[in-house]
């Protein structure tokens, strides 16, 4: 009887021990967003809440094209995508210094979603200052090919 | 009016209260007054399910629109297979589902007991208070609302836009992820694994609630059967899961899938804690029947994760209102079960005979109880806190930088020990403790010694995945860990399995014999499912973004690695094989795949306009609109273009039929032309602008893309088969190509639909997951044998 209740109390701690441990440790290091910014690999984005209209108006006035970015937390793919090719240094680089990026959260802002004829993540949508669409990427595309993409949609909106 | 389905629910509800209340007077007051009706009464209620079960399938068959259910999940061009499994394909109907199951067991422990023990009719009270919460469950979210009550097209018909008895023609129609044949089989197994567990948990309230013996005898039957259904439920699922492509390989810790494995293990937790209580039963008295409780709260929780939309998950199609009703549930049972618990643990005598010191039997079981129990937190913690995090701080989480690694680095070294203790226990024997001690300490050191042999893949958490960087320090330590060190274990688990088996095997008595291999049999299970899943996961070789031209149909293609795919055939079909182009129109799909059949000649193509560019030419001024037609035959759709003095006014998701002719790699030199230097148009179809008409039939709501391959390795044919891509108005899937070996590995090819004229491909190499599904099949062999004695000594 006393073993059995050693052995209990040893496993209780533990499992507390561990329910802790994980749940700081997801606050700390694996935070997907709050209500204001989204932090997808590595990049922070606006969040839908903090208004996309704001976004477009920081657009107009620094001149940046839109990137918009549909993701969900379940999407195997979307984790790769943000590591891999988001999380590039030359695809961050450009896209932390010379766009306006929004994050759209698929199981939240569903509304945005069917605006833009979005059903499925990771999907990206560029768009000039004004909101035209400029270009759909949809799908885990890789840094390879998203790197021009980026690059002349970034050129072509500043000229 | 109220619909005939709902008039069923609620004279079920009424004949069960009745029932209830001839029990409660039984038992309460010794009144007999309704006693004779109790069971003709439980007997009819399970009748009258049955009917409204099957008007609701029938309603699905016909296509009777008018009920919100049948529209959101029917269409009239599904196949009739897909429509008899639409009935469980959302909430409203797996809630029918279960309480239909629940009454049927309910009827027949009815048959069965007569009710004539104290027992038996406790349990039915418990068993009926259930089924009366979940009928209730069911007309909130009632599968026979009328679509005419929904905010929508209430609005619409205060409006005057709709007729006040509005049917809409078509269905909505399933997720093309449903339509597949392993999702007709998961859903049922599932709920009728969540309805049977009702009789064991109501059996274990009453022997807390009254000390009645006999509850285990009762309800082990009921144990071993829900045992094989949710395991059958759990591995259907991750067939279609490995079958279906999105969330990647076989089991990927999706919240749903995890939710459902977590009652499994309390239950299979419950199921060895039994087993010891049944031979003394002062042994797990409180144990035992607090595991069987706990297994069916879990029960309920799944169903909340299962369907709410709190728990991101790619099951979560739709959101709860009865979520609260099942939280309330948990709130009430937990709160009794607690209280009885812990009135039962400080009664508990202090008298156990037992075995002296930490090794004996009892308290190895018991460490095994506690094995599964911490497992089943792991899976429950995962799924849990993030959803909290987000109800209370608005946060959203992961649990690590890739949820599986959670799951995987936690589980690993508990599933070790329990493997151990597996091993120790299986083949336990007083006599030779001394003996199968040191055995024990031997196998313990291997693992030890074997968890810092380097390797160049093989840990727990893969080193060269980019998520392995930006794990916490504590997280990379277990990962770290070779996973070499399986092997000592697993070794020690076959070699004791095989052991009780030739001990089996020497009894002369029939009926232990055969329970015995079927132990022996499930415990093989384990083995081989935890051999299949972690040498599939570790060894899996990928090819990615393999791109073929369809123009090289026949020829071998190297893909890199020694591998080579060569492309057969490439053929559209709809799934409910009706035409779905217009006459004399060519699918998009057929001139991508045969474009030599139609360059330079007329083409007649007809399809949903997707995207549009207008291009003015500088002067003399010319208009050049450049549509994207899709027929839904095809991902990617097909530019069309032509030109007029003035620019056309074509807007997207016009629905046109054009005559032209076909062009190969055109460019233009405008500026926004779709097709530039840079990226020519493969194929492009230009008409003027009078062989432009309006309207296109509908297109059908199914299509399916084939592509026939054969996969080589080193010049020789290691695989062949079809994979299909399937396009619907509610999304696409993909059905990989599967092929195995008698090695055991598979070859896998995922076909993610046409565009521009390449065929998309990941081709896989599996290794060992066959040995999983081996397992699966084990568990379910060796628990109908152990089923199969019970019956028979029963009758005996």
Redesign the interface.
């Known amino acids: 009887m006393r073993t059995k209740k050693l052995v209990s109390i040893i496993v209780l701690v533990l499992i507390l021990l561990f329910a802790y441990f994980s749940y700081n440790t997801a606050l700390s290091n694996f935070t997907l967003s709050d209500k204001n910014a989204s932090y997808l690999g590595g990049i922070k984005f606006h969040r839908a809440a903090s208004g996309l209209e704001e976004s477009f108006q920081i657009a107009q006035q620094e001149n940046k094209p839109i990137m918009m970015y549909f993701w969900a937390i379940w999407c195997q793919y979307c984790a790769g995508f943000q590591t891999n090719t988001l999380g590039n240094p030359q695809v961050k680089k450009i896209l932390e210094e010379d766009y306006i990026l929004v994050a759209m959260d698929l199981d939240i802002d569903r509304e945005v979603a069917r605006q833009y004829a979005v059903s499925y993540p990771p999907y990206l949508v560029f768009m000039d200052p004004k909101g035209n669409i400029l270009q759909r990427v949809p799908g885990a595309v890789d840094a390879d090919y998203l790197l021009p993409i980026v690059t002349k949609i970034r050129d072509d909106v500043r000229r | 009016m109220i619909p005939l389905g709902d008039i069923l629910l609620y004279a079920s509800l009424a004949v069960s209260v009745i029932a209830l209340a001839g029990l409660l007077l039984k038992d309460l007051k010794n009144i007999e007054l309704l006693n004779k009706f109790v069971t003709p009464a439980i007997i009819l209620v399970a009748g009258i399910l049955t009917f409204s079960y099957l008007l609701l399938t029938y309603y699905f068959v016909n296509g009777n629109f008018e009920y919100d259910y049948v529209w959101q999940y029917s269409s009239s061009d599904l196949p009739l297979v897909y429509k008899l499994s639409g009935t469980w394909a959302g909430q409203p109907g797996t809630y029918l589902l279960w309480v239909w199951v629940v009454y049927l067991s309910a009827a027949w422990l009815a048959w069965t007991t007569k009710h004539s023990t104290a027992l038996a009719r406790r349990t039915q009270i418990i068993t009926l208070l259930t089924g009366i919460y979940l009928i209730i469950l069911t007309l909130i979210q009632t599968p026979f609302k009328l679509i005419i009550e929904r905010p929508e097209v209430v609005e619409m018909i205060a409006k005057g836009t709709l007729q006040p008895d509005f049917v809409p023609e078509v269905g909505n129609g399933l997720n093309a992820l449903l339509v597949n044949f392993w999702m007709i089989v998961h859903p049922p197994f599932m709920f009728i694994g969540y309805a049977t567990m009702t009789i064991p948990f109501a059996a274990a309230i009453v022997y807390l609630l009254t000390k009645e013996d006999g509850w285990e005898e009762l309800g082990r039957q009921w144990t071993r059967f829900t045992w094989l259904l949710l395991g059958m439920g759990i591995a259907v699922g991750g067939v279609w899961a490995y079958l279906v492509l ?3 390989g076989f089991w ?1 810790w ?2 749903v899938e995890t939710a459902s494995f977590i009652p499994w293990l309390t239950l299979t937790g419950f199921m060895h804690a039994a087993a010891l209580h049944r031979k003394n039963k002062t042994t797990f008295s409180t144990a035992a029947p607090i595991l069987a409780i706990v297994s069916f709260i879990l029960v309920l929780y799944a169903a909340i994760v299962v369907r709410s ?1 709190l728990f ?3 099951h ?1 199609f739709g959101e709860t209102s009865t979520g609260t009703l099942l939280i309330i549930f948990i709130v009430i049972v937990s709160l009794v079960s607690l209280v009885l618990g812990m009135r039962r643990y400080f009664e508990e005598p ?1 008298k ?1 005979i ?1 075995d002296s010191g ?1 090794w004996n039997k ?2 190895i079981f ?2 095994t109880l ?1 094995l599964f ?2 497992l089943a ?2 899976s429950l ?2 799924i849990s ?2 959803a909290f ?1 987000q109800l209370t701080q ?10 599986k690694n ?1 799951f995987n680095v ?1 589980s690993y070294p508990f599933t070790i020990v329990l493997l151990l203790a597996l091993g120790f226990c299986l083949n336990y024997n007083e006599r030779e403790k001394e003996e199968q001690k040191k055995i024990l300490f031997i196998v313990i050191g291997l693992t030890i010694v074997t968890m810092f042999l380097r390797t160049e893949t093989f840990y727990v958490l893969d080193h060269s995945s ?2 392995w960087a ?1 794990e ?1 320090p ?2 990379k330590l277990i990962g770290n860990i070779s996973v070499i060190s399986i092997f000592p274990s697993l070794i020690y688990a076959t070699w004791s399995t095989i052991q009780r088996l030739i001990t089996y095997l020497r009894i002369e008595s029939i009926k232990p014999k055969i329970k015995g291999i079927g132990i022996a049999i499930v415990h093989f299970g384990v083995v081989f499912i935890l051999l299949g899943a972690i040498l599939s996961s570790n060894f899996t070789q990928t090819i990615d ?1 393999i791109n073929i031209p369809l123009a090289t149909k026949g020829e071998l293609v190297p893909v890199g690695h020694g591998y080579g795919i060569k492309i057969i055939d490439f053929s559209t079909r709809n799934l409910a094989e009706t035409k779905n182009v217009p006459a004399g129109a060519v699918s998009i799909s057929e001139i991508y795949g045969s474009p030599e059949n139609y360059v330079s000649n007329n083409v007649k193509i007809s399809g949903k306009v997707t995207d549009v560019a207008n291009v003015q030419s500088p002067p003399p001024v010319v208009y050049t609109t450049y549509m994207k037609i899709n027929d839904g035959t095809y991902t990617d759709g097909l530019w069309a273009a032509t030109q007029s003095d003035e620019p056309l006014n074509i807007q997207e998701g016009l629905e046109l039929t054009m005559e032209g002719f076909l062009m190969t790699g055109f460019k233009s030199n405008s500026t926004g032309s779709p097709c530039t230097a840079v990226t020519p148009c493969d194929l492009i179809v230009f008409s003027s602008p009078e062989q432009i008409t309006g309207g296109a039939t509908a297109a059908g709501k199914y299509n399916v893309q084939s592509v026939r391959l054969e996969v080589y390795q080193d010049n020789r044919k290691i695989g062949s088969g079809v994979a299909e891509y399937l396009q619907s108005d509610g ?2 899937g993909t059905f990989p190509l599967v092929d195995s070996s008698i090695t055991g590995t598979d070859v896998y090819v995922i076909f993610q639909g046409l565009g521009g004229g390449t065929v998309p491909l990941t081709l896989k190499i599996i290794p060992a997951v066959n040995f999983a599904w081996i397992g699966v099949v084990l568990f379910a062999l060796g628990i109908i044998l152990i089923m199969a004695v019970k019956t028979k000594s029963k009758d005996g």
Not at chain 2, 394 to 403: N, P
């Open positions: 999105g969330w990647g990927a999706d919240p939309g991101n998950s790619v979560a202090d156990i037992e930490f009892t308290n018991y460490v506690l129990v911490i937190f792991i913690w995962g806190f993030p995090i608005g946060l959203k989480v992961g649990v690590a930088s890739d949820t959670f936690w980019p998520f930006r916490p504590f997280y973004r999304g696409s």
